[in-house]
Structure formats: C-alpha cells, structure tokens
C-alpha cells in the first residue's frame, strides 16, 4: 500500500478558496502561487475565470464538482457530460486539471447527498471517457475524518458501520478500478481541541516529543497527523482495498480564532504547517506505511473574510487578501533549511501554561484498580500504551512481561509507566478510577508475577524440557526487573 505522488515524488499543494470579497484577481493569484514555487491547487468549484488564468500556468488543478450539483449528475448523466465539456474538455488540456472532486465532505452534508455520491462519480467518469480524458483526469471525493467511526488507535480505524455497504465499498471499488485515489482532509487541530487534556500540542504539531505508541501494532507516531492517515488506510484495509491510494486534500491550522479555541494562534499554525510541509518534502511515509511519499494539500491559501462559523473559519490563510504572508513557512525544498520548526512557540500539554504538577510526596507507583471490571480496565490500558505514550512493549506478546496474560497485569505495567513516564504528575494515574497510586514499591506484584510465570514454566519443565524452563525463568526475572525500575 502506497499513499498517492503524483509525479515524481513528494509535493505540496494548497487550497484555493474563494469565500472573501477582497482577494485578488486569479491572474494575480496565478503570479503569487508561481512566486512561492507551488506547483499545485485544489479549489471548490469550475469558475471559467479561474480555469481561464491557471492556463499556461504549469499548475496542475483540482477542480470540484459542488455538492449541490452531485444529485443532478447522479441522476442525469446528460447533466454530467455537459459538465465535464462546459468545465474540463473545454480547458484541458492548456489548464492542466489532474482530477475532479466530486462533493466536499458529503457525509457531513447537510444537505443529505450521500445517497448521490458514487453514481455522480460514476457519471462523471463516463463523461471523461466519452471525451478520452480518464486518462488523465481522476474523479474521486473527500472525506472528513468523521467518516470513520474509530480511529483510535490507528491501526483500529474503521469506518462507519452504516455507510460502508451502501458507499464505501462501492466508492473504493470504483476508484481501484479507475485508477483513482482516495481524497482525505484531515485536521488535528479539532482532536487536539476536543482532547487537549490527553493530546499534547507538540504532538499535533509536529515538534520533539516522546511519541505514542499503537497498543495494537507496537508502532510509535510521533504526530497526530501521521496517526489521523493511519487509520483511513487502517479503514481501507479492513474492507480489503489496500491498494487504493490516498491523498490529502486538506490540512491546516488557524492563525486565530475566537477566545474559547484553544491552540489557534499565529505561532502555532506556522509551526504545524511548516512542520508539516518539512516532514512532506524531506520524504517518508507515514509509521505503518513507511516507503510511502505523501501529497499534502494545506488549507488554505487566504484568509476568507465571508466564511461563516467560528473565528478560526476565516484564518486559515497562508496570506492575506493584500498577498502579504500570515507567517514565513517554506514552501519549496531548498527553503527547509532556514526554518526553525515552531521551537519558539506554544510548547505545552493541553492548555499550553507548559507545567506539569509533580508529585512531592517521594517515589510513589501506580497500580490497576481491579474493582472497576475488565472492560474499564481494558479501556484504561489501551489509552496508556496508545495516545499516553506508555512503554508497552515489555507486555506484548512474547516479550518478557506479556506473561500473566491478564488485563490486570498488564493494566499495572502499562498505568505505571505512563504514571512515570509523567513525573508522577497529579491526575496522571487515575485513568478514570482504573488505578491508583501506592507509597510503598509494589514489590509484591513482581514476586507473584515471577512465581506464576515460575509455575507455568515449571508444567513446562516436566512436560517438556529444562531448557524451557531456564529460558522462561530468566525472562520472568527480566520483567520483575522492568516492573520494579520504572520509576526511574
């Protein structure tokens, strides 16, 4: 599995929107987007004058089929094939328009087209036939990542139950078959916003942090935004399309918002998105796809001053309407190497004051609550060993303390790692009332877990041979080791 490059590599794109009533001409954007060496563009519709001033330009172009739109060329597939000679055949190939977005985060539409969704795709697509264009043109759709109904931890993701017969196995079906890809808009930023508590803001951004681990495949991300694509691959792969490509659609982070956004602000929206344009062009994929070379398209190019909704909503923009940039981030690759990567701005956990209460009450450990039932327990312990950052790995299969397989066992392992990890941090081992701290060394958790696994490997020793039973002794006494030095 590969997610989509288009040419020869890994590339930048960015979203040209439109909702403002103070932009500059779209000739003038052309001349602004060749300056910042950006050599691709998304927009949310087929405007003969935007199609007219990206001719010539060596830009390739994402064009969009509206969600409005989607019914009738899901209906009538005259419609579709006068849209495509009106807004494709018409330009292509002097504006070098490499695909079409049919809808925008159509399962998010309240507008209720979902329904219409692939069958538009279709007609679309037939249409490009006609005209000998499928070729060069692919038609496929973004999607939010509400459409996936988990994604956490990543290698869980999978979509909604209730939209993968009627949508996503038709949809994936169709772009495996025309060559296409999947188009994802991903934003950290509103998971950071929804659980800033447990998420740190170095790791939605991109900066130095100790990373978290996937508690079902023992990989490690160290961004949110790596995590996020993981998961929609994840989900793919669940419904046996793991060759279908991905490309993203759309990233950003605000440059300001209203006062009760947490995270949006100028230094943090140059650090994700400089960041983000570093990892991108410097190569690599994402942890579970690692050779993979990822097209990123950010959002957004300006600020639109005629959005609606929130602050946020109307500052996404790299530039202002005057092309005066919001921030300096690099664009191209040779410019990578004067930026410093956002070190200078918000670096904390959660609500950005950067401190973290410490426990003053000497070297206390935090052990599993075996009150609160399995489930809870099980809960508890795949947040420490995924998005806590919890060293579990002593506890997977085959490793040193993955025996007694119990949650308990490996609920404690996983709580006081994450407790420590954490400089016993008030609140840091709770876990919902999952566990609780102790004053005293749990050095009986140790000694009773090596003497289970002794017992275990003592059966072993009689039905088998004492080399099992050495070999399982020395591990057993490796994990009371591991157990009893995690608090450093």
Not at 93 to 102: K, L, M, V, W, Y
Not at 225 to 245: E, G, H
Request: with cysteine.
């Amino acid at each position: 599995m590969r997610v989509v490059s288009y040419a020869d590599g890994a590339a930048i794109g960015v979203n040209y929107g439109r909702v403002a009533d103070n932009l500059p001409s779209a000739v003038k954007v052309v001349e602004l987007l060749k300056s910042q060496g950006i050599e691709r563009v998304k927009i949310y519709d087929a405007h003969p004058a935007v199609l007219r001033a990206f001719a010539a330009s060596g830009i390739k172009l994402i064009i969009a089929l509206p969600n409005e739109k989607l019914r009738a060329a899901s209906t009538r597939s005259a419609f579709a094939s006068v849209w495509v000679r009106k807004n494709v055949a018409a330009y292509f190939p002097a504006t070098q328009i490499e695909a079409i977005a049919a809808g925008n985060e159509v399962f998010a539409d309240p507008g209720n087209t979902t329904k219409y969704l692939v069958s538009a795709m279709e007609n679309v697509h037939s249409a490009l036939v006609r005209f000998n264009l499928d070729s060069n043109i692919k038609v496929s759709s973004p999607i939010a990542l509400s459409a996936l109904g988990n994604s956490y931890p990543s290698s869980a993701g999978s979509f909604w139950p209730e939209l993968i017969k009627p949508v996503f196995n038709p949809m994936l079906s169709f772009l495996r078959r025309t060559g296409s890809y999947l188009m994802v808009n991903a934003y950290p930023i509103f998971a950071y916003e929804a659980n800033s508590d447990v998420i740190s803001l170095d790791y939605a951004l991109f900066r130095e942090n100790p990373g978290v681990v996937d508690s079902g495949n023992g990989l490690r991300y160290f961004s949110l935004f790596d995590a996020q694509i993981d998961a929609v691959f994840a989900a793919m792969s669940a419904l046996k399309y793991d060759d279908i490509d991905i490309a993203v659609t759309e990233t950003g982070w605000p440059s300001e918002g209203d006062p009760t956004e947490l995270g949006a602000s100028v230094e943090n929206a140059a650090a994700y998105n400089g960041n983000l344009v570093r990892r991108v062009l410097t190569g690599g994929g994402t942890p579970a796809r690692p050779k993979a070379e990822l097209t990123v398209f950010l959002f957004a190019l300006f600020n639109e001053n005629k959005k609606p909704g929130l602050g946020s909503e109307r500052n996404y923009g790299l530039f202002y309407p005057n092309e005066k940039k919001v921030y300096d981030i690099p664009l191209r690759i040779e410019d990578l190497k004067r930026f410093k990567g956002g070190e200078d701005g918000e670096t904390s956990k959660g609500s950005g004051t950067g401190k973290v209460a410490v426990s003053t009450e000497g070297q206390t450990w935090c052990v599993a609550n075996a009150e609160v039932g399995e489930d809870k327990l099980q809960k508890a312990l795949d947040y420490a060993c995924g998005e806590g950052g919890a060293d579990c790995r002593p506890i997977q299969p085959k490793a040193t303390c993955y025996d007694p397989n119990t949650v308990e066992a490996h609920a404690s392992f996983a709580f006081n790692s994450y407790y420590q990890k954490n400089r016993r941090a008030m609140g840091s081992c709770d876990f919902q009332g999952s566990a609780y701290v102790v004053s005293q060394p749990p050095r009986t958790f140790p000694l009773l877990l090596s003497f289970s696994v002794f017992l275990i490997y003592l059966f072993n020793f009689i039905i088998l041979s004492l080399e099992g039973l050495v070999r399982l002794l020395i591990a057993s006494i490796k994990c009371s080791k591991n157990l009893s030095n995690l608090n450093g």
